[in-house]
């Protein structure tokens, strides 16, 4: 059975930083308040240019650049994004300006969990000898669907995109996985469609309405957070084999640096192993564990053989770990 191997990294770059200043000018909130519960200095909001198709193409042309891969070698795209240009999917558009030629594009829908759901779904292709080269991307821009207005939720989002390559290989480097949903916890969080009711013709209506702003019950969400995530890790690294202490970098879902202590704590994992970009980004949902695995590899932490836990979570509720060697 043919493995998988992670060749490449790449993310797109921002340049409209949003500070904890600049949104205390919107919303009753301070900087000091926002940096001691969630450790964010600022995140980024997409450009009027940008849409979530030319960033994710961006993370993605990084990545093969790393991976010294042509774009028309690539045999499929998976877009992990809760956020699309458009519903009917967004991956086709990224195709299309990589110049892709030969690669099949999808989108998969998994929240914060989404990057984590692509890349063993990606796996599972490259496992069973169907496709050789997978572009792997995490992008999101929830700024467009944030309650600005809504102090408890819009201080914790940003925009971004990552992307990783997959190459087929003769070792495995996807050590083991654990994927896990709950939807009974929904209500915790959501991007909820609201329908509204339109007459059509005699009894028929049709329901047309948008997309609610982000809700959030954010106390439920760290506490299911620091439970479920030590635990999926936990599973994922006994099916690859190993224990806490193999573990050479922890790579989270960027949504707390409370959240990101209270996992490494109780994995015990020392402080200066966990990658955080969150005062820089803050929660940039699919898009947060590619961006800061890029980051880290290009930085030098991460080098080639090294074994890094990354686990996703968020809303769905949706959870899951994958322990990958890079390189
Ligand atoms: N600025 C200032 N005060 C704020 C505020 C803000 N941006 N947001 C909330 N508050 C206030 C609340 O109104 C509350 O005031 P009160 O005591 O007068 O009612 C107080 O701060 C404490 O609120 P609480 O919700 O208990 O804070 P918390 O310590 O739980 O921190 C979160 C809030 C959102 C930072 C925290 O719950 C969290 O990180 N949860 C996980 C969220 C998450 O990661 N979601 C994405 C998962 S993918």
New binding site residues.
């Given amino acids: 059975m043919p493995g998988v191997s992670l060749v490449g990294s790449g993310s797109a770059c921002l340049t409209v930083p949003l500070t904890n200043a600049d ?2 000018q919107r ?4 900087d000091e ?2 940096l001691t ?2 450790g964010i200095r600022q995140r980024h909001i997409a450009a009027a240019a940008d849409s979530l198709a030319s960033l994710a193409a961006e993370a993605a042309r990084h990545a093969l650049t790393m991976a010294e891969l042509g774009a028309e070698e690539v045999d499929l795209i998976l877009l992990a994004t809760s956020t699309p240009d458009d519903l009917f999917g967004t991956a086709c558009q990224v195709q299309a300006a990589l110049g892709a030629t030969r690669a099949v594009a999808f989108d998969l829908t998994a ?3 989404g990057f984590v759901f692509a890349l063993v779904t990606a796996a599972q292709y490259i496992r069973t000898g169907v496709f050789k080269h997978v572009v792997v991307i995490g992008a999101d821009v929830l700024s467009r669907w944030t309650n600005w207005d809504d ?7 940003g925009d971004g995109a990552g992307a990783v390559v997959l190459r087929a290989a003769d070792r495995d480097r996807l050590l083991g996985f654990e994927l896990c949903s709950d939807g009974t916890l929904n209500h915790c ?1 959501n991007l909820a469609y609201r329908a509204q009711a339109a007459p059509l013709v005699g009894d028929v209506a049709v329901q047309q309405g948008s997309f609610a702003p982000i809700t ?7 506490k299911f ?1 620091i439970n479920r995530v030590p635990e999926v890790i936990e599973k994922a690294l006994f099916r690859a084999s190993l224990t806490t202490a193999e573990i050479d970098w922890l790579v989270l ?1 960027q ?2 640096q ?2 990101l202590d209270a996992v490494a704590s109780r994995l015990n994992v020392a402080p200066e192993r966990v990658v955080s970009n969150m005062d820089r980004h803050g ?1 940039t ?1 699919a898009a947060s564990i590619p961006i800061a695995l890029d980051e880290a590899v290009r930085a030098g932490q991460i080098k080639s053989g090294d074994v890094v836990a990354t686990a ?4 769905g509720l949706t959870w899951g770990a994958a322990i990958v060697q890079w390189g």
Wanted: aromatic share 10%; with cysteine; glycine share 8%.
């Fill in positions: 949104l205390s919303v009753d909130t301070s308040w926002i519960r969630t929240a914060c969990s102090r408890t939720t819009c201080v914790l989002f969080l959030m019950n954010g106390r439920e969400v760290y957070a879902h949504a707390n409370r959240i929660n949902s996703g979570f968020g809303a």
